[in-house]
């Protein structure tokens, strides 16, 4: 099962992991309200869809007044959106997420997953951010850093400074970093999740790293053991077929 980034990222803000403070709206006026709310002088507006690859396809917007939020909001909601993860129909826009916006130095690429082969808990990081991982796989196969991890250690400090040394980050950045890995983890096992994706993971202007999307793909056949996860499910994102 899919959620959307908002209820992925209020799961990253329980279990530690930095998000940028924002609100869900699913009419212009109240993204227009949820914008007054928030702190800064842009704000980005973010179609809520079971699907990536938004920002080229116009679901994510960068705006400067409160007046551009709503007008943002009122072009999103109510239209399906076509991106190249979705099929020609795209999918509904029933809400959007408005945010603060984020002052960006760099954007990485970090997701957990299962991985076959090692039987275990994989972390997949790159310093090539905001592009598709497959894009990178192709491409620049090298630049992909895979740190499996053993069920009983969990997230070990070597392996945060493996990551970090891929994304060229500073010794201040580590400690943040590790606080990043440690969560992703606790949140898939305790989830039962079966991939996590955050794409980009920035560090912002004044050296602070930031879940900027969130993606969770959890196991079905655990659904029953997470009602509270369970409660995310949005039909209108699903294809009835399936
Ligand atoms: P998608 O993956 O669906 O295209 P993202 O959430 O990754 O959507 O957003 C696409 C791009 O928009 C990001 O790579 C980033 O450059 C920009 N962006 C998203 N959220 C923010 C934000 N809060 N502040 C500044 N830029 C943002
Ligand atoms: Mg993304």
Known sequence: MNIHEYQAKQLFRDYAIAVPQGAVADSPQLARRAAEQL?????????????????????????????????AAENMLGRRLVTHQTDAA??????????????????????????????????????AGGMDIEAVAAEAPDKIVRVPIHPAAGPQAYQGRLIAAAFGLGKEQQAQLQQI?????????????????????????????????????????????????????????????E
């Open 39 to 71: 702190p800064g002088s842009a704000w980005v507006v973010k179609a809520q869809i079971h699907a990536g690859a938004r920002g080229k396809a116009g679901g994510v917007k960068v705006v400067n007044s409160w007046q551009d939020v709503a007008a």
């Open 90 to 127: 795209g999918l509904p826009v029933n809400s959007v997420w408005v945010e603060e916006a984020s002052a960006i130095k760099r954007e990485f690429y970090l997701s957990l997953l299962v991985d076959r082969e090692s039987e275990r808990l994989i972390f997949i990081a790159s310093a």
């Open 181 to 241: 890995l440690n969560g992703i983890y606790q949140l898939f096992v305790a989830k039962d999740c079966s991939q996590i994706e955050i794409n980009p993971l920035i560090e912002t202007e004044d050296g602070k790293l930031v879940a900027l999307d969130a993606k969770i793909n959890f196991d079905d056949n655990a659904l029953a053991l997470h009602p509270d996860i369970a409660a995310l499910r949005d039909a209108s994102q699903e294809d009835a077929k």
